[in-house]
């Protein structure tokens, strides 16, 4: 399970803001930021997938392991 606050965290150490973030992973500003401000659960599939290689998160961490 990976939530807003891990988000919010992996985007810090790599520095970037929510906008580029979200440029990065296809995705709003607004959407970004509302992950992180509500600590909200990341369970899309395809969105776990875009942050992990946006971010260089670990598999453990953001929670499954690709089968492709």
Known sequence: MFTGKQLREYRRRR???QKQLGKAVCMSRDAIA???LYNRVISDIQTLKALQ???NIPYDVIGFIPLD
């Open 15 to 17: 520095h970037l803001t």
């Open 53 to 55: 290689k946006a971010l």
């Open 34 to 36: 509302k992950i992180e």
